[in-house]
């Protein structure tokens, strides 16, 4: 009998040293648009294939490369069609000249606050229309993987309250809102790569320079250059991401796993929205022991960018179905009709906020 036992014992543990021993199903390589270093990367890219290997067993395997790696970080659309990327997340503004559809999936001015956002993609059909469009117009599958809090409006080495403060103003910005502040404000934007903002703000090259919300911004050290923190982020109230493959690629994935990768985009959303507001209360803090000045841009001008934003996306959504994309005025229509709906009926939402 001893003997039986040790030879079942013997016989399960090679099996486990076999599964263990056992390499992944699929294993793809995944371009991002953040440093390897950058916490942006860890509450993005690596929570998400850490819970795409969780949730698969380890029968699909992701592994995420720091920005410029496996592509340029501007350049990841194009790597994801011609296949020499398996997968990539990436900031769908960085592609709004080619296609101003984009800039409803990133947010825009005068565009959704992120909780109508998240609602607009995950109940109210939005979610659905930006699969459709990446595969119809790209040949991508695409999900919706991240979700920022509303941005700083810059941080700045020039205090910034009224629209005549922007005439000049020189600012690291993507987007919609790089467009609007050349065009409706007089300013001089340059998009520049996630990398080399802190030592475009440092040497002054800007006079000011947006990324995120208050808690993704600290730790990369803005608020050490510039003295001036300037807010609301009427610019950019929502900022979104997402990962993309060929649609070929998608196809050819088992359903089970399509829907772990389903799963950990939306969890991931959810991480980065979470983690972002708790931060953004501790980041405000820093800023004011930092001796950073807090300035508030004037209600004329936050009015004035939510205007110019609202006239810049119907504009171009116009020209775009002008110019047969008849489903970029579909898909402005939905988002244009649930963020009315929200702003008409949230009120009774409580909001701790102090006036």
Not at 17 to 45: C, D, H, N, R, V
């Given at each position: 009998?001893?003997?039986?036992?040790?030879?079942?014992?013997?016989?399960?543990?090679?099996?486990?040293?076999?599964?263990?021993a056992?390499?992944?199903?699929?294993?793809?390589?995944?371009?991002?648009i953040?440093?390897?270093?950058?916490?942006?990367f860890?509450?993005y890219?690596?929570f998400?294939?850490?819970?795409?290997?969780?949730?698969?067993?380890g029968?699909?395997?992701?592994?995420?490369?720091?920005?410029?790696?496996?592509?340029h970080?501007f350049?990841?659309?194009?790597a994801a069609?011609?296949?020499?990327?398996?997968?990539?997340?990436s900031?769908?503004?960085?592609?709004?000249?080619?296609?101003?559809?984009?800039?409803?999936?990133?947010?825009?001015?005068g565009?959704?606050?992120?909780?109508?956002?998240?609602?607009?993609v995950?109940?109210?059909?939005?979610?659905e229309?930006?699969?459709?469009?990446?595969?119809?117009?790209?040949?991508?599958?695409?999900?919706?993987?991240g979700?920022g809090?509303?941005?700083?409006?810059?941080?700045?080495?020039?205090?910034?309250?009224?629209?005549e403060?922007?005439?000049?103003?020189?600012q690291?910005?993507?987007?919609?809102?790089?467009?609007?502040?050349?065009?409706?404000?007089?300013g001089?934007?340059?998009?520049?790569p996630f990398?080399?903002?802190?030592?475009?703000?440092?040497?002054?090259?800007?006079?000011?320079?947006?990324?995120?919300?208050?808690?993704?911004?600290?730790?990369l050290g803005?608020?050490?250059?510039?003295?001036y923190?300037?807010?609301p982020g009427?610019?950019?109230?929502?900022?979104?991401?997402?990962?993309f493959?060929?649609?070929?690629k998608?196809?050819?994935?088992?359903?089970?796993?399509?829907?772990?990768v389903r799963d950990?985009a939306?969890?991931?959303?959810?991480?980065?929205?979470?983690?972002?507001g708790h931060?953004d209360?501790?980041?405000?803090?820093?800023?004011?022991?930092?001796?950073n000045?807090?300035?508030?841009?004037e209600?004329?001008?936050?009015?004035?960018?939510?205007?110019?934003?609202?006239?810049?996306?119907?504009?171009?959504?116009?020209?775009?179905?002008?110019?047969?994309?008849?489903?970029a005025?579909?898909?402005?229509?939905?988002y244009?009709?649930?963020?009315?709906?929200w702003s008409?009926?949230a009120?009774t939402?409580a909001?701790?906020?102090?006036?």
């Amino acid at each position: 009998m001893k003997r039986l036992i040790s030879t079942i014992a013997a016989g399960v543990l090679s099996l486990s040293l076999q599964g263990g021993a056992l390499a992944a199903e699929i294993e793809w390589k995944m371009a991002t648009i953040a440093p390897e270093s950058s916490k942006i990367f860890e509450l993005y890219a690596k929570f998400f294939s850490d819970k795409v290997r969780l949730w698969s067993n380890g029968r699909l395997e992701i592994t995420p490369y720091g920005a410029g790696v496996l592509a340029h970080p501007f350049k990841l659309y194009e790597a994801a069609q011609e296949g020499q990327v398996d997968i990539a997340w990436s900031y769908p503004g960085f592609m709004v000249n080619a296609d101003p559809t984009n800039a409803i999936f990133a947010g825009f001015p005068g565009g959704m606050a992120p909780e109508t956002f998240m609602h607009w993609v995950y109940q109210g059909g939005g979610g659905e229309m930006w699969e459709n469009y990446r595969r119809d117009k790209m040949g991508l599958m695409s999900l919706y993987m991240g979700q920022g809090t509303t941005e700083i409006f810059a941080h700045s080495h020039k205090a910034v309250r009224t629209a005549e403060d922007l005439k000049g103003y020189k600012q690291r910005s993507t987007g919609a809102w790089a467009d609007i502040l050349e065009k409706e404000f007089g300013g001089s934007p340059t998009v520049t790569p996630f990398g080399e903002i802190f030592d475009l703000l440092q040497k002054k090259g800007m006079d000011g320079v947006e990324y995120g919300g208050p808690g993704a911004n600290l730790p990369l050290g803005y608020h050490k250059v510039a003295k001036y923190i300037i807010f609301p982020g009427a610019h950019q109230p929502s900022s979104s991401t997402e990962i993309f493959l060929s649609a070929e690629k998608w196809d050819a994935l088992p359903d089970d796993l399509k829907q772990v990768v389903r799963d950990a985009a939306k969890a991931t959303t959810y991480h980065s929205w979470l983690n972002f507001g708790h931060d953004d209360q501790g980041a405000m803090a820093a800023y004011r022991d930092n001796g950073n000045e807090l300035v508030r841009m004037e209600a004329e001008l936050v009015e004035a960018i939510t205007a110019a934003g609202q006239k810049w996306i119907g504009e171009k959504i116009g020209e775009a179905s002008a110019n047969g994309n008849a489903d970029a005025a579909k898909i402005m229509e939905s988002y244009s009709a649930y963020q009315a709906t929200w702003s008409q009926n949230a009120f009774t939402r409580a909001i701790d906020r102090d006036e």
